[in-house]
């Protein structure tokens, strides 16, 4: 069922660090694409999302770079804080379907 | 203003049981999705229930099933549990449904372990 797939599984970074997640599918007609992140014991909550009407979208120190032709798209974390030490999930779907496709995540771990 | 509250937050049963997860949306919203979460996964979309109907269904068998009720609160209910059901179920709300789907807001999720 997973349409998209998300590298690497586990990121270690020192602080200070460019963290770098990236994720590809596979359903051109995917045309929302959401950052999760998710603190051990909480639910996912949204840290930024993209449309692939444009290439790149920053929000403080995320930025989604998305590259339509080869279908991915990526989280780059400038200045990483162990604060941000939790787990990434990219995520797809189209505009009119209600199912959310998540990658399997990322563990990054933001060392101090 | 409270968020996405979902409970129990830990539960075990075993195989053959049936369970109920509850889940109350953010104020002012009217959709609630549900997901769940296999240890190491990403979410798998379950159903989501808009307007006290079910809109849409993930690939999961007819032992989950649901309910939305007038107050936009919902629960979750899987029969005949199987071990693999093991997981971490997640309830998310939003406004709105289809093309006009908004920012879906997760709660904590519940825990449910099968014996």
């Known amino acids: 069922q997973q349409q998209v797939k998300q590298s690497p599984q586990s990121l270690i970074v020192q602080k200070g660090g460019i963290s770098i997640i990236n994720c590809a599918y596979e359903?051109?007609?995917?045309?929302?694409f959401p950052w999760y992140q998710q603190f051990p014991g909480k639910g996912p909550a949204l840290l930024i999302a993209i449309r692939p009407d444009v290439s790149e979208k920053k929000e403080g120190r995320f930025t989604i770079s998305f590259n339509k032709s080869a279908k991915q798209f990526s989280l780059h974390i400038m200045d990483s804080q162990p604060g941000d030490s939790a787990t990434y999930f990219c995520a797809a779907r189209t505009y009119n379907n209600n199912d959310m496709r998540f990658g399997a995540g990322t563990r990054l771990t933001v060392k101090p | 203003d409270a968020g996405v509250t979902q409970s129990p937050t830990h539960l075990i049963k075993t195989r053959g049981q049936q369970v109920t997860l509850r889940c109350s949306p953010k104020?002012?919203?009217?959709?609630v999705s549900w997901y769940q979460q296999a240890l190491g996964q990403g979410p798998q979309f379950i159903f989501q229930y808009y307007e006290e109907e079910e809109r849409q269904r993930g690939n999961f068998p007819d032992r989950f099933s649901g309910h939305q009720f007038p107050n936009y609160s919902s629960e979750l209910n899987v029969n005949a549990l199987l071990l693999g059901d093991s997981a971490l179920y997640l309830c998310a709300s939003s406004y709105g449904t289809g093309m006009n789907t908004g920012e879906l807001f997760f709660g904590e999720g519940s825990r449910l372990t099968v014996l």
């Open positions: 359903n051109t007609a995917f045309d929302y």
């Open positions: 104020s002012g919203h009217d959709t």
